[in-house]
């Protein structure tokens, strides 16, 4: 049975669509005090469910909401459930990195079990570590084969892979050898909590190339819009940056209509948000990479494939 919250309806249907099965709506109620209500629309009962349920904006909300949806389908004796968490918003708080912090997302971790998940799947981990976590099976799926077909049905000319910070430049290599281009490495500098790094140095070749920026997610395209100014003044010929999940606020949109990145290549696993999307960002859907794991995982076949 193929269930859907209320964060990702439409790669919901997606997905759906993919697998020619159908989606079940469930009813979600949020009261005038803040509180939330979820019923489920039929008989669970013995059923393996696959409930789509993102943690994209409003964060808090969709994650309890993600929470009482998995305990209503437990006490409704469904068989097992599988939460299908397109962006796992909290994955970022991996570790405690200075005093008197929490380790965010394994409370997340930890809720998500406690509520009766018995799998996860999800896509591009901020940090992989996060799968460890949980003691149930996680599958973290990667948007990197159909985000670099996108790349190349759009023929790009003179392509130069670049990671925004040292820390993406492994996963950036995989995106480089896929798409058979070089690879340079932005220096970024991040001093507090507020959304916004610096762009310090640049490690490889860009001049009269396209440089592609490629990252796992931006909220306030701080990063991509400083990156993309220092490749612009390297010489690069053309500016074009690609991103998983993309939760974008105002001062996001605004960033990247004064910056130099031509087209923002983005994926569906993000629906709503606090602003539209402009015509310079282009949405990517990976609605059948989900469909397929589902689809394997109800079949009980490997998903291994999935990750070559």
Partial sequence: MLLAGSANPGLARAIAAYLDHPLHQGETLRFSDGNLFVRVPTNVRGRDVFLVQGTAFPVN????????????????????????????????????????????????????EAAGADRVITMDLHAPQVQGFFTIP????????????????????????????????????????????????????????????????????VRGRTALIVDDFTVSAGTLTDAA????????????????????????????????????????????????????IEVVSVAGLFGEAIRRIARRESVSVLFD
């Avoid at 909300?61 to 409704?76: G, K």
């Avoid at 996680?138 to 790009?156: E, G, M, Q, W």
């Fill in 61 to 112: 909300d969709n994650l309890v909401e993600l929470l009482f949806w998995i305990d209503a389908l437990e006490r409704a004796s469904a068989a097992s459930v599988t939460a299908v968490i397109p962006y796992f918003s909290y994955a970022k708080g991996d570790k405690k990195d200075e005093p008197r912090v929490s380790i965010r997302a394994r409370v997340c971790a930890d809720a998500i």
């Fill in 229 to 280: 100014r220092v490749l612009v003044d390297r010489g690069a010929a053309a500016v074009l940056a690609l991103v998983t999940h993309a939760p974008l606020t105002e001062q996001a949109v605004e960033r990247l209509a004064a910056s130099p990145i031509e087209r923002l290549y983005v994926t569906d696993t993000v629906e709503a948000g606090p602003v539209e999307l402009t015509d310079r």
């Fill in 138 to 205: 996680v599958d973290d799926l990667y948007a990197l084969p159909v985000l670099c077909d996108t790349i190349r049905a759009a023929d790009v000319p003179d392509l130069v892979v670049v990671s925004p910070d040292a820390g993406f430049a492994k996963k950036a290599k995989r995106y480089a050898r896929r798409l058979g281009a070089p690879l340079a490495i932005a220096d970024k500098e991040r001093s507090d909590h507020t959304e916004s790094a610096t762009v310090v140095d640049l490690i490889g070749e």
